[in-house]
């Protein structure tokens, strides 16, 4: 059986990203990416109903300050009370799954693509993508960069400008690039 580019990309293999459905759904999403981005901060309404038509689940009491963008948007699942601040980035060329009560300060970026090391791979336009999975309760500091195939535990907090390259376990402070673990988190 021959498996779609798309099936190949969320699968972590070999595709390519030029393939005519891949390009037609980065189209729909930058288009509802653009609407959202330029709505007006009154129109909430509005602006959380492309929301639910750009992302692949929504939970309740999410909110993202625009700009924000992404590849698909269909391979992005929101738990609830989820916030973004200005200026997020979300290439979901796999699954990017983020908890609920997550907080992202602005200018977050997640990577789901990734590009080989091989440079005959990258010349015949091959790409990879990796899940992200970010805990419930866990919070994002502004300008971090969360790289594929990375796990960021329940609670956990990640020092702004951090660059997450490694799983990060739950209930910890962890900082720099690359991100390292701090210290743990004492709930008293």
């Known amino acids: 059986m021959n498996r779609t580019e798309k099936e190949k990309m969320i699968a972590g293999e070999a595709y390519r990203a030029a393939d005519p459905q ?11 990416t653009a609407r959202f981005n330029s709505l007006a ?11 639910r038509e750009l992302l692949g689940k929504v939970g309740p009491n999410c909110w993202i300050e ?11 699942e929101l738990g609830e009370n ?9 290439l979901d060329c ?7 009560d997550v907080k992202c300060g602005p200018g977050v970026q997640m990577y789901g693509a990734y590009h080989p090391v091989d440079p005959a791979q990258r010349k015949a ?4 993508a990796g899940p992200i999975t970010i805990g419930d309760n866990a919070w994002i500091g502004g300008g971090s960069i969360i790289c594929p195939n990375v796990t960021i535990g329940p609670n ?17 402070v962890a900082v720099g ?5 701090l210290r743990s988190i004492d709930s008293r």
């Open 22 to 32: 891949l390009v037609a759904q980065r189209l729909r999403a930058r288009q509802l």
């Open 156 to 172: 956990s907090v990640i020092g702004a400008g951090s660059v997450v390259t490694r799983d990060i376990p739950a209930n910890v």
């Open 66 to 76: 625009p700009p924000f963008y992404c590849d698909y948007g269909s391979l992005i």
């Open 94 to 100: 796999s699954h990017v799954r983020i908890g609920s």
């Open 125 to 128: 336009g091959q790409e990879f």
């Open 177 to 181: 690039n690359p991100c390292r673990v």
């Open 82 to 90: 989820v916030y973004f601040n200005f200026n997020c980035v979300i």
């Open 41 to 51: 901060p009154e129109l909430a309404d509005e602006r959380n109903a492309l929301l």
